[in-house]
């Protein structure tokens, strides 16, 4: 008989979490305090347009997410373009992303060039990370890129991503990202990204319905008030007042929440959590009557902007309307955050009209702003070390969100692939 396990969170990793304990024949209980399934995936009704509340895109190197696919017949929902690049530098849109484009760079030395593509090119060959695990990312990057490339290229996305945390970064982690984009490319030139028909969503409502199907349940708008633990092991979980007995639980929310709901931990444990650093998002969607570029990826090193780049999804995803997001990045106790959304929201028409000067006022068909507190954590040298074990040391009770699969970035795929691991290895113990 299939044992019956709370799981915590249904964000891409929770869902995988549920999917599987499902699929082995076990009772899922899946509880969700936001009103939808997706976590950081989830989609939204943006004047009659289902996306995403922040972007998302697939690499042909995400096995996890295509595997899910296949078992839950969506793999002909599957797109995948040839995407551009562009990077915004000396109030000049130049063309990115391809050797071509960083010969003709314009701003940069020869010699700058070529440390800058050799460190790039050999990230993508590198497999083993762990000679980078303890090696700081910024003098890591300086030292292959050297200082003009640095400065030009480099600077302002750490600046802008991570703040006073710029200096402290994991260079396994930094590398990681590089050779994700760097190995969705299928020549030198060209870049072929993914997007599933329908947004996200099509692969979320899906996996809910599996997991309900196979027996499982999904509770939303369901906050985990307390994970009770009593004699060394977990004994239930209570939400709205009521306690919900469970043989297990598998918890994915953001790490910083852990210790609010799960103050029976051992300190040591409580303290561990309470130590890790997460940086915070302010993305504003807009709508626009015309493109803005032709670039999906665009990198911005501007004094008069303060972000390290944009997206416009729809140059990946085919929509009525062209789509522009715009990421502000920030520590969550930067004094920013607290900024209204109307503050970003302006500074995103500003700088959008500055790169594309024929977009006028009425150009912009909607736009809004959304925020999550805990979008990524900070990941210093061998910061695996810092963090305690997914089985904690009590009894029935699994912890882990998406700085668990370091050094790889957080995305759809990884999350997939690590839940899944992780309701196996929960179920036999």
Known sequence: MGQRIAVLGAGPMGLAVAYQLAKDGHKPVLFEADDRVGGMTACFDFGGLEIE?????????????????????????????????????????????????????????????????????????????????????????????????????????????????????????????????????????????????GGSTTLLQAMKAEIEALGGEVHLGAKVDCVHISDGQVNSVEVAGVQHVFDKVISTVPLPYVPHIMPGLPVEILEKFRALKNIAVVCVIAKLRKPLTENFWLNTNDPDMDIPGLVEYSNLRPLDQPIVYVPFYMPGEHQKFSEPDQVFIDKVRAYLQKINPELGADDFIDIRASRYRHAQPICDPAYLDHLPPAALPVRGLWVADTSYYYPEDRGISESIGFGRQLAKDAAAC
């Not at 690499?59 to 373009?81: N, Q, T, Y």
């Not at 990057?141 to 994991?170: M, T």
């Open 53 to 197: 509340r922040y972007y998302h895109f697939h690499c042909i190197s995400d096995h996890a997410f295509l595997a899910m696919l296949d078992e839950l017949g969506l793999a002909g929902k599957m797109r995948w373009v040839e995407t551009k690049m562009g990077y915004w530098f000396q109030n000049q849109l130049q063309p990115w992303g391809n050797p071509i484009a960083l010969l003709k760079f314009r701003g940069l030395g020869l010699i700058a060039k070529i440390r800058y593509g050799l460190h790039a090119f050999l990230c993508t060959k590198r497999n083993d990370w762990t000679p980078l695990d303890n090696v700081e990312a910024s003098g890591w990057i300086r030292r292959w890129v050297g200082e003009q490339a640095w400065e030009v290229l480099w600077r302002r996305l750490f600046d802008y991503k991570f703040y006073n945390y710029a200096n402290g970064l994991s260079a396994a982690w930094i590398w990681s990202r590089i050779r994700r984009i760097g190995r969705s490319r299928y020549s030198l030139f060209r870049e072929k990204l993914g997007y599933l028909e």
